[in-house]
């Protein structure tokens, strides 16, 4: 289990102080996933190196598998480090080593019997689905072994916890899904709790369990994916069901605009059909999607009514289906923008 509290991190250059991380609090049950979503500066790079003590920081505590880090002694932190596993961006291999001596470096480094270390790192090998590639070196590895080799290694010491730092974000599309569906195959087999820092949704909606949005050294939004999918006014639920681009025709036949959010059972209602005969208006759906989140299915719909027509009774409508439904701008987001 991972647990941070108020974590705060102020960089000092000369008088000036930057806050890089604001108060950032969240909890990661052990055996799930959890998505750290923001774009660049937005403070992960300085969360994932006060996750791993690399950086102390000023204020707040970090808790991992009973051990509060941020208290730990300096010259204990090395030792309490093993509870956690990195896996990086680039993998960082040493080229120097096959993918075997990659993986037996941090085993080496313990002291460990070098019997040990062989059979250890063959092991972790095989269950990244490397076998036979024990003797290739990194040059000889695709983009997709050698961010696999990087998980192989980051397992080594047995860890509890698994810090994943845009761990696909230079693999092309068939390598990211392989990868991702690797780290979650690994944590539910291994009972895992991992942390993946990306600024990619799509990361998230395949294999997150939960998520928070950083922004300027604070998570402004977080929440497990299907309760955050939910919401219909938050940047994460546009983010994972987004529309595609919709143009509203404009003249006397254009009303109101509405983004409708049904999800589980809802979804398959003829909601659209009941509100053209109820309220005898014309329907224009604009944009909308369909998506299995966890085990829930989402469907999102931005529709436009005929001029004239009661939006206020058609939401209400709506509501009495158990759908989430808003007035919008002709021109709101359609969730495809950065966060």
Not at 169 to 176: I, M
Not at 186 to 202: A, C, K, Q, S, W
Not at 277 to 284: G, K, T
């Amino acid at each position: 289990m991972i647990t941070v509290s108020d974590l705060r991190k102020v960089y000092r250059q000369g008088k000036r102080e930057i806050v890089a991380l604001d108060g950032v609090s969240l909890s990661v049950p052990q055996g799930s996933i959890h998505g750290i979503i923001g774009h660049s500066g937005a403070g992960k790079s300085t969360l994932v190196r006060c996750l791993t003590m690399l950086d102390r920081p000023t204020s707040g505590s970090v808790n991992i598998s009973g051990t509060v880090l941020s208290a730990v002694k300096d010259s204990e932190v090395r030792a309490a480090r093993r509870k956690t596993g990195m896996v990086f961006q680039h993998a960082n291999l040493l080229d120097s080593r096959t993918s075997l001596g990659n993986v037996a470096h941090p085993l080496e480094l313990t002291g460990a019997p070098k019997e040990t270390i062989c059979e250890r790192s063959r092991e972790l090998l095989r269950l990244v689905g490397l076998e036979g590639f024990e003797n290739a070196y990194p040059a000889q590895l695709s983009g997709g072994q050698r961010q696999r080799v990087g998980i192989a290694r980051a397992l080594a010491a047995n860890p509890d916890v698994l810090l994943c730092d845009e761990p696909t974000s230079a693999l092309d599309p068939a390598a990211t899904n392989e990868v991702l569906d690797l780290i979650r195959d690994l944590t539910d087999r291994l009972g895992l709790t991992v942390i993946v820092i990306t600024h990619e949704m799509n990361v998230v909606k395949r294999i997150c369990d939960s998520v928070s949005l950083l922004e300027k050294g604070r998570i402004v939004e977080d929440g497990a994916l299907e309760d955050v999918a939910a919401r219909l006014d938050s940047r994460l639920a546009r983010a994972l069901l987004p529309l595609p681009p919709a143009e509203v025709p404009m003249g006397a036949a254009g009303g109101d605009v509405i983004d409708l959010l049904m999800t589980g059972s809802s979804a398959q209602e003829p909601v659209l059909t009941g509100v053209a005969r109820r309220f005898n208006v014309d329907l224009n759906v604009l944009a909308g999607s369909v998506e299995t989140i966890g085990a829930t299915q989402f469907g999102h719909l931005r529709v436009q009514l005929s001029q004239g027509a009661d939006t206020s009774a058609i939401l209400d409508y709506l509501a009495s289906f158990g759908a989430t439904a808003k007035a919008v701008a002709p021109n709101a987001p359609t969730g495809r923008e950065e966060l």
